[in-house]
């Protein structure tokens, strides 16, 4: 049986495990992260959400998800 | 009669009928923010852009509570303190869901949040040349308010005492001489603790009021809120009507003539 490999990425400060080559779409699908309520950066870049599937994670990267919440 | 509903606050060409802008931080609960927000008449409201909880997927959304399509958002760089972390913020936000309408606030100092100006001026720059409608938080300093006239913002947004402070209006000479020189939108932002302070500030001429903490926490958030709205209407309602001129002795309002 094939092994399914493993890699680590940082979304939102905390470590995560996630199969190599996922794309982001399944990975964001997978939080159930609302997507039309939320701005996503890969590598403090801002990303098209339009164009989240043909993003493939690599090593190391680093999500981050905002969303609003209240503030003053 | 001054008529209110013709008398809208127009900012980045869109008219409001309101002149009170309220936060949405510091509320026991979203579900108390948001009546607040309807009590207040409030079309405005600011929101911060933070991390969503990847953790607890069932946490409530602000936007389950306060929907976008009927008050509008005004993002806000709260909790910034340089040009680089504003602007990130700021680009997040308009990803969201296409906000170009923002609230500018860098932060120089922890303790008495006063705006860092120069990072602010700067930011305005950038932030006009891509599109954003910047509303800048700053202080009560008529030269600076200038320079953001000069540099692209759409609206000023000066401070009446530190965040939070309630202190009310400190400077009501500055904020009197920032009306004269500019045409632009003059909102007090920060530092008012009562409803009467939203009426002074109308009544020096200002287009509106932006209040988080003083309704927020107030001990009746509710009745609070409702008060900052007949305030910032009276307030207006008195610029309106030309106050009369301050004399030093008394003059009486009955007339002398006929006195027994």
Redesign the interface.
């Known amino acids: 049986m094939k092994k399914i490999k493993k890699i680590k990425i940082k979304?939102?400060?905390?470590i995560k495990s996630i199969i190599k080559d996922s794309n982001l779409s399944k990975v964001l699908k997978n939080?159930?992260?609302?997507l039309?309520?939320?701005?996503?950066?890969l590598n403090?870049e801002?990303i098209d959400?339009k164009k989240i599937n043909k993003i493939k994670l690599n090593k190391n990267d680093k999500i981050?998800?905002?969303?609003?919440?209240?503030?003053? | 009669m001054v008529n209110l509903k013709k008398d809208g606050l127009i900012i980045a060409n869109k008219k409001f009928n309101s002149r009170l802008i309220v936060g949405t931080g510091k509320y026991k609960s979203m579900s108390e923010c948001a009546k607040a927000i309807k009590l207040s008449g409030a079309e405005i409201v600011t929101v911060a852009v933070r991390r969503v909880n990847i953790s607890d997927k069932n946490k409530p959304l602000l936007m389950d509570y306060i929907d976008p399509k009927k008050i509008t958002y005004l993002p806000n760089t709260a909790g910034c303190f340089n040009s680089k972390e504003a602007l990130r913020t700021l680009r997040l936000a308009r990803e969201i869901g296409g906000w170009k309408l923002v609230k500018l606030e860098v932060l120089g100092d922890k303790k008495n949040l006063f705006p860092d100006m120069i990072e602010t001026l700067k930011s305005t720059e950038v932030l006009a040349k891509e599109g954003f409608k910047v509303m800048v938080y700053c202080n009560d300093d008529p030269l600076m308010a200038k320079r953001l006239e000069n540099s692209g913002a759409q609206a000023i947004m000066p401070l009446a005492a530190p965040i939070g402070s309630g202190l009310g209006i400190q400077n009501k000479i500055n904020i009197q001489i920032i009306r004269k020189q500019t045409k632009l939108p003059l909102i007090i932002d920060a530092g008012l603790g009562q409803a009467s302070d939203a009426t002074i500030a109308m009544e020096l001429g200002c287009d509106g009021v932006l209040v988080n903490t003083a309704i927020a926490k107030a001990k009746k958030p509710f009745e609070m809120a409702l008060a900052f709205k007949n305030a910032v209407i009276a307030g207006r309602q008195s610029f309106k009507s030309g106050r009369i001129d301050k004399i030093l002795m008394g003059n009486p309002s009955s007339p002398s003539k006929g006195i027994i």
């Open positions: 979304i939102n400060g905390k939080l159930k992260i609302p039309n309520k939320v701005a996503i950066e403090e801002i959400k981050e998800i905002v969303h609003f919440i209240g503030g003053g």
